[in-house]
């Protein structure tokens, strides 16, 4: 294993994270922040920036690395930036404890927006901007972020890449791959930018327009008041932020058909119309049982449910309303949302789309060659067959995907108040979503959890948002081995 290559990229990585810590810092300045919060932004940088650069000093001899040492470098740099991320949080002395500092910032970093804080809005303006600039930058990836903006990286880099974009498959959409990080990046934050826009010209301050543009763009979800964007009690903010969460679950290559002029090659992917599909017959099925059931004007009930819809199922977390208090019927269908999430190559969690319609279209031949077991049967999804290969990918993925959250949910039972506490903290953190149900609801927060449950969420948070294996790797004895 090439851990001298490891370490330099992580080197880079570091350096990289202790410049955008500045960014905190002149926010804090022009707010007024405390100034041992600011100092604290710049002490951290600091630390960091001199750790990037000896690491960044690594003589390495052969700068190969293959699909191992990439997910170990993506695992290691999540790591790593979760804790180093958290440090201004601690010494700031706005967070009592370290895990929980650190539990804040895994929650930015993976678009989650879990939350340990009882009260976000006495925050310093410097912690809420950097815990919702975590969310950009992890939406679409730290480490594309980095093949971006440094064009030396070599092709080995794509390593890297599959390793952290979500999806079932990984492709590039240009031949060099720095191009391809730099296209989408370029496309992420355009609409970052039109969002910020938009939400201020619908009467949202421009701070707040910001860090909740960050959020969205993220879909991490990361509030700056204790009753998210129901504060605002604003339709128009609403209806851009539930739309834009939408827009930023879906796959971003085919954004960038449409820049090429490719606009039916757009419409026609396979997975948007089941990620559309999803997302209407969820607002439809809760709307009726949420008016029904409780009697609410029907206007609020379509509101209140698309903006929660769209919310969940790009594993975003904001809210408009208590979803917590809605019937069963509509707890069970948001669960399955929670767990089916986002486009594939988005910024959004869960298990994806994609898979969720391959393993349906798998289901569906399975029982017509029941019915007739010489029959040789065959799909497609997205236009291409889906071969033996994928299938047992997608297969073994769900296994491990199903062991890992039963083994999480068991660890989370020791100190959790109830079943329906446990299943959806670890639901929501696993698949990057924020909140649960019943303690961890929308008007809750994770801080009831002990020290070793948030620790196993941090866990959950970042094995989720680099799909697992990564995190098993780098955790596993026999990684470390030289051969």
């Known amino acids: 294993m090439n851990i001298n290559m490891i370490f330099k990229v992580i080197g880079r990585l570091l350096l990289l994270v202790a410049v955008l810590m500045l960014l905190p810092v002149m926010v804090g300045v022009y707010f007024g922040d405390d100034l041992k919060t600011i100092l604290s932004f710049l002490g951290t940088a600091l630390v960091v920036a001199i750790i990037g650069f000896l690491l960044n000093m690594q ?57 340990v804080s009882t009260n976000v809005e006495i925050l310093s303006k410097s912690i809420l901007f950097w815990r919702s600039f975590t969310h950009l930058i992890g939406g679409m990836g730290v480490l594309v972020f980095v093949l971006a903006i440094m064009p030396q990286m ?9 390793a952290e974009v979500p999806g079932p ?15 989408l990046y370029k496309i992420y934050l355009g609409l970052t930018a039109l969002l910020i826009l938009a939400l201020y010209l619908a009467g949202m301050p421009l701070f707040d327009s910001v860090v909740h543009a960050f959020g969205t763009a993220g879909t991490g979800g990361f509030g700056i008041k204790n009753t998210s964007i129901g504060y605002y009690n604003s339709p128009a903010i609403e209806l851009i932020i539930g739309i834009a969460m939408l827009i930023f679950g879906v796959n971003f290559n085919l954004y960038y058909f449409i820049l090429i002029g490719k606009i039916k090659e757009f419409f026609r992917s396979e997975e948007l119309k089941w990620y559309l599909s ?49 019937p069963l019927f509509s707890h069970v269908v948001l669960l399955v949302l929670m767990f089916i999430g986002g486009c594939a190559g988005s910024t959004a969690g869960g ?19 029941a019915r007739n077991p010489k029959r040789v049967l065959t799909f497609h999804f997205e236009g291409k067959l889906v071969d033996i290969d994928l299938m047992k990918s997608l297969t073994n993925y769900f296994l491990l995907y199903i062991f890992t959250f039963a083994i999480m949910i068991l660890l989370i039972s020791l100190d959790s108040p109830n079943f329906t506490t446990a299943f959806s903290a670890v639901a929501a953190t696993f698949n990057n979503i924020g909140p649960g149900l019943d303690v961890v609801g929308p008007t809750g927060s994770f801080a009831g959890f002990s020290d070793f449950s948030k620790i196993i969420l941090i866990f959950a948070m970042i094995a989720g948002r680099l799909e697992i294996l990564p995190m098993l790797i780098l955790f596993s004895p026999g990684t470390w081995k030289r051969t």
């Open 59 to 115: 003589k390495v001899k052969i700068r190969t690395f293959f699909t191992k040492e990439g997910l170990i470098i993506v695992a290691l740099s999540w790591v790593l930036m979760s804790f180093f991320g958290g440090l201004p949080l601690y010494f700031s002395g706005e967070y009592k404890s370290l895990i929980d500092a650190c539990f804040e910032i895994s929650s930015g970093f993976t678009t989650t927006g879990a939350t």
């Open 351 to 369: 298990i994806k789309v994609a898979r969720v319609g391959t393993a349906v279209k798998s289901a569906l031949a399975e029982i017509k060659r």
């Open 169 to 183: 498959v990984f492709g590039k959409i240009v031949s060099k791959l720095g191009d391809t990080a730099r296209i």
């Open 278 to 326: 999803i997302v209407g017959l969820a607002v439809v099925v809760i709307t009726l049982n949420i008016y029904s059931a409780m009697a609410y004007p029907f206007p609020e009930s379509l509101r209140h449910t698309f903006f929660t819809v769209s919310s969940i199922m790009t594993t975003t977390g904001y809210s408009t309303a208590d979803f917590a208090q809605w």
């Open 154 to 162: 070599k092709e080995d880099s794509i390593y890297l890449m599959k």
